[in-house]
């Protein structure tokens, strides 16, 4: 059974930081891509950050040289470093995988808010 755990979601002030990680087991394939998106109320989800089997990298503009997506561990857990958090990115975020047949999972969603 295909799982992933999301875990660091929590309150933080403006300015401050979170560490989100995501956990992938039960993938038979092999992963090509991992990644995270965001949905805050009443807005679509979208792409935050993302970073591939080779290790490359893409960030939404709005969140780039302040998120850094980082791999580990066999490439089966990705983390999102969150620094200099503005209220607008307060959303539920949620990890995203994409195994080498193309299969598409997620997990269950991590809160994330920004709030002085």
């Known amino acids: 059974q295909v799982q992933l755990v999301e875990s660091g979601g929590g309150l933080v002030q403006p300015g401050g930081s979170l560490r989100l990680s995501c956990v992938a087991s039960g993938i038979s394939f092999g992963i090509n891509a991992m990644g995270w998106y965001r949905q805050a109320p009443g807005k679509q989800r979208e792409l935050v950050a993302r970073?591939?089997?080779?290790?490359?990298?893409y960030y939404e503009d709005s969140v780039k040289d302040r998120f850094t997506i980082s791999q580990h561990n066999a490439k089966n857990t990705v983390s999102l470093q969150m620094n200099s958090l503005k209220p607008e990115d307060t959303a539920l975020y949620y990890c995203?995988?994409?195994?080498?047949?193309?299969?598409?999972?997620w997990g269950q969603g991590t809160q994330v808010t920004v709030s002085s």
């Open positions: 970073i591939t089997r080779g290790g490359t990298t």
């Open positions: 995203n995988a994409v195994t080498l047949t193309d299969a598409i999972y």
